[in-house]
T-cell receptor, first 110, second 113 residues
Framework: TQLLEQSPQFLSIQEGENLTVYCNSS?????LQWYRQEPGEGPVLLVT???GGEVKKLKRLTFQFGDARKDSSLHITAAQTGDTGLYLC??????????WGAGTKLIIKP | NAGVTQTPKFQVLKTGQSMTLQCAQD?????MYWYRQDPGMGLRLIYY???????DKGEVPNGYNVSRLNKREFSLRLESAAPSQTSVYFC????????????FGSGTRLTVV
């Protein structure tokens, strides 16, 4: 059974602080995807990383795919209240299904 | 751009009633999915359709049926609703095997009493 362990499950920090969310697995993925979900809405794709060691930046968000394509991290610099939400990672093994992390509920306090 | 459209947004059913959740996408995607999301359980795959004319079971298919009506539409049917099916249901679609990411609908919040 393929698993994707996401940590932390919950994070509450002050505006302006930095944070990192991790997704780890023992399985190799063809890609690792990060989504953000707000209350009452569906997940929205933020980024997909496909190459081992790849780093992608989306404004203050930096996404990295591990060299072995088994893990990924999301780093937010100088968090803002608008970053509040549920962050989900998902690994694509290449068989029409995704392996989902349990999610990180992020609260940024003003 | 409508993306993935789900109807209805909210529904309350009595135990034993049936209903169909509708999903349509306008992005010419070949693969479509139905998920349920419950607190503490994350996203769990119910059924998926890799292409028009095919459907496959996911992690939690019991109590559900699906129909891939055409390339655009993928419906989820609850034949005899149970309180355990109270959940938020999401439809998603993607190109190919989903390697580059899914597009999700805004969800249907279903309560079975």
């Amino acid at each position: 059974t393929q698993l994707l362990e996401q940590s932390p499950q919950f994070l509450s920090i002050q505006e302006g602080e930095n944070l990192t969310v991790y997704c780890n697995s023992s399985s190799v993925f063809s890609s690792l995807q990060w989504y953000r979900q707000e209350p009452g809405e569906g997940p929205v794709l933020l980024v997909t990383v496909v190459t081992g060691g790849e780093v992608k930046k989306l404004k203050r968000l930096t996404f990295q795919f591990g060299d072995a394509r088994k893990d990924s991290s999301l780093h937010i610099t100088a968090a803002q209240t608008g970053d509040t939400g549920l962050y989900l990672c998902a690994g694509a093994p290449g068989n029409y299904q995704l392996i989902w992390g349990a999610g990180t509920k992020l609260i940024i306090k003003p | 751009n409508a993306g993935v459209t789900q109807t209805p947004k909210f529904q309350v059913l009595k135990t034993g009633q049936s209903m169909t959740l509708q999903c349509a996408q306008d992005m010419n995607h070949n693969s479509m999915y139905w998920y349920r999301q419950d607190p503490g359980m994350g996203l769990r795959l119910i059924y998926y359709s890799a292409s028009e004319g095919t459907t496959d079971k996911g992690e939690v298919p019991n109590g559900y049926n699906v129909s891939r009506l055409n390339k655009r539409e993928f419906s989820l049917r609850l034949e005899s609703a149970a309180p355990s099916q109270t959940s938020v249901y999401f439809c998603a679609s993607t190109v190919g095997t989903g390697r580059y990411g899914y597009t999700f609908g805004s969800g249907t919040r279903l309560t079975v009493v």
